[in-house]
C-alpha cells in the first residue's frame, strides 16, 4: 500500500500557472507507477496526466495536453503536475494516484491507491 499526500492547491486567475505535488510513501517509488485525476463538481473523475514507473514516457487526458505536465523525481518519492495557461473548467479537485501496474492506463481500477485531493480554482 502506498500513501499519498498532496500538495500546491489554491486559487488562480485564468491563464496562470500552478504546480502540485504528491510525496508518495510505503512501497518503492521507483516501481510505482503515478497519475493524477480530476472531478468537478456533479461530474466524474477524469483522468489528467500519468507516469508509469517503467519508461514508457508520460501521457495526457486530450483537455490538458500541451498545458499540463507530469514530472517524478523518484529521489524525492514525489510526482508534480506543472498546470500552465490554466483554464475555469480547470477547476476540481485533483488527486494523486499509484498503481504497481507498469503500463499506460486511464482507468481509475488500475490505481490502487489515491490521496486525499488538492483543490484547484480558476477564475476568470
Known amino acids: 500500500q502506498v500513501q499519498l499526500l498532496e500538495s500546491g492547491g489554491g486559487l488562480v486567475q485564468a491563464g496562470g500557472s500552478l504546480r502540485l505535488s504528491c510525496v508518495a510513501s510505503?512501497?518503492?517509488?521507483?516501481?510505482?507507477?503515478m497519475a493524477w485525476f480530476r472531478q468537478a463538481p456533479g461530474k466524474e473523475r477524469q483522468f489528467v496526466a500519468g507516469?508509469?514507473?517503467?519508461?514508457?514516457?508520460?501521457y495526457y487526458g486530450d483537455s490538458v495536453k500541451g498545458r499540463f505536465t507530469i514530472s517524478r523525481d523518484n529521489a524525492k518519492n514525489t510526482v508534480y503536475l506543472q498546470m500552465n495557461s490554466l483554464k475555469p473548467e480547470d477547476t476540481a479537485v485533483y488527486y494523486c494516484?499509484?498503481?504497481?501496474?507498469?503500463?499506460?492506463?486511464?482507468?481509475?481500477?488500475?490505481?490502487?491507491?489515491w490521496g486525499q485531493g488538492t483543490q484547484v480554482t480558476v477564475s476568470s
Open positions: 494516484a499509484a498503481s504497481s501496474l507498469s503500463l499506460r492506463t486511464m482507468r481509475e481500477d488500475d490505481y490502487d491507491d
Open positions: 510505503g512501497r518503492t517509488f521507483s516501481s510505482t507507477s
Open positions: 507516469a508509469p514507473w517503467i519508461a514508457y514516457g508520460t
